[in-house]
Structures are given as structure tokens and as C-alpha cells.
T-cell receptor, first 114, second 110 residues
Framework: EAGVAQSPRYKIIEKRQSVAFWCNPI?????LYWYQQILGQGPKLLIQ????????DSQLPKDRFSAERLKGVDSTLKIQPAKLEDSAVYLC????????????FGPGTRLTVT | KQEVTQIPAALSVPEGENLVLNCSFT??????LQWFRQDPGKGLTSLLL?????REQTSGRLNASLDKSSGRSTLYIAASQPGDSATYLC?????????FGTGTKLQVIP
């Protein structure tokens, strides 16, 4: 069974630029999560999708972050414009159902904003 | 708001020692609790998932317990090995909410 795929693995941009991350969950998984992990901290949930609907985006900075899940499968997370404090690892995870199910994580995308 | 605390933040033990990692949470209305390990520069690897109706789960040298009433979970690692060196994170799944702790960085010294 293929795991959660993410790309790119690394990205360096200047502040005020835009960036997009892509995630392909495990086949058949209905729930997809995006997390932000700042160095030395635990992951913080940004947005949770159930199929192609948003379940929770309460911690997503909506003035600069946006996310979509196309046809209930792949997902993209965008930051526009980026700030220095957005430097972090962005993790994508998927699970067969909602929060009652085990989550499987991708390798993450390390973003550096200079 | 759910708060999840992991103590200690870092731990160094000699190889072969048994050890316990702690995870505390403030809201006992949870669906389950999941333990992960994270190696430097890598994503999270799931270790154990404990449903709210369960008291413990075991996988190999790992045993995780859950006490909802006291808001605590422990991860027991038996006969630690250098390959166990990593950061261990617990995640609490509440109603539509997932909250992670800040992790315990474990170093097992050969």
C-alpha cells in the first residue's frame, strides 16, 4: 500500500512570495489533514477535510493561507503572501474516516522563508 | 480548549533500560489517543492507537495506557535500543479536533 505523498520536499522562498504544497493521500482515505510544525513544537492542525468538504479550519490563517481538496482526493495548500514566521514543516496526513481513526503521515515539506 | 502536555521534554537513558513517557490532556472527552515517533527531518510514524474505550495497547516492546478520568496516557518502552532514539509525540483526538503535545526527545545511549 502506497503511503501519503507530498511535494516538494523542500522549498525556499522570499517573504511576500507565494508557495503551494501538494498532497496525495492513501487511496480510499476519506479524511485529509494539513499540519504546520514549527521547529521544536508539536504539529498544529491547519485544516481537516472529510472527502472534499472542510470539517475544521479554525486555525488556518485565512488572510494568507488557502487549501482545497480536488474531487475528494489530492489536496493543495497555498500561502500568499508568505511571512518569515511561516517557516516550518508542513505535514499532510490521511485516515480512513474521521478523528476516531488512525492517521498516516507523509514526509512533509520543509519551507524556509527568507 | 484541549491542552496536551508531554513531560519530560528530553530524556537520555542507557541502552537496555525500560522507560516511560508521559502525556497529559485537559479535556477527557476524547475519541482516541495516538502515539507517534518522529525521526529528524522525517514525517510522523504511528506507533499505537488507543480507543477511548480501551485501557491499553501493545505492540512489540511498546505498551501504551490510557486513563481518561485522570487525563493521562503513558508510553512504556521495554529494553530500549539506540534505534529507539527519536522524538515521541502524543495526539489527542477530540470531537472533530486533533491536538498534539510538544513531544519528548529520547536519546538511548549505547
Amino acid at each position: 500500500e502506497a503511503g501519503v505523498a507530498q511535494s516538494p520536499r523542500y522549498k525556499i522562498i522570499e517573504k511576500r512570495q507565494s508557495v503551494a504544497f501538494w498532497c496525495n493521500p492513501i487511496s480510499g482515505h476519506a479524511t485529509l489533514y494539513w499540519y504546520q510544525q514549527i521547529l521544536g513544537q508539536g504539529p498544529k492542525l491547519l485544516i481537516q477535510f472529510q472527502n472534499n468538504g472542510v470539517v475544521d479550519d479554525s486555525q488556518l490563517p485565512k488572510d494568507r493561507f488557502s487549501a482545497e481538496r480536488l474531487k475528494g482526493v489530492d489536496s493543495t495548500l497555498k500561502i500568499q503572501p508568505a511571512k518569515l514566521e511561516d517557516s516550518a514543516v508542513y505535514l499532510c496526513a490521511s485516515s480512513p474516516g474521521g478523528v476516531a481513526y488512525e492517521q498516516y503521515f507523509g514526509p512533509g515539506t520543509r519551507l524556509t522563508v527568507t | 480548549k484541549q491542552e496536551v502536555t508531554q513531560i519530560p521534554a528530553a530524556l537520555s537513558v542507557p541502552e537496555g533500560e525500560n522507560l516511560v513517557l508521559n502525556c497529559s490532556f485537559t479535556d477527557s472527552a476524547i475519541y482516541n489517543l495516538q502515539w507517534f515517533r518522529q525521526d529528524p527531518g522525517k514525517g510522523l510514524t504511528s506507533l499505537l492507537l488507543i480507543q477511548s474505550s480501551q485501557r491499553e495497547q501493545t505492540s512489540g516492546r511498546l505498551n501504551a495506557s490510557l486513563d481518561k478520568s485522570s487525563g493521562r496516557s503513558t508510553l512504556y518502552i521495554a529494553a530500549s535500543q539506540p534505534g529507539d532514539s527519536a522524538t515521541y509525540l502524543c495526539a489527542v483526538m477530540g470531537y472533530q479536533k486533533v491536538t498534539f503535545g510538544t513531544g519528548t526527545k529520547l536519546q538511548v545511549i549505547p
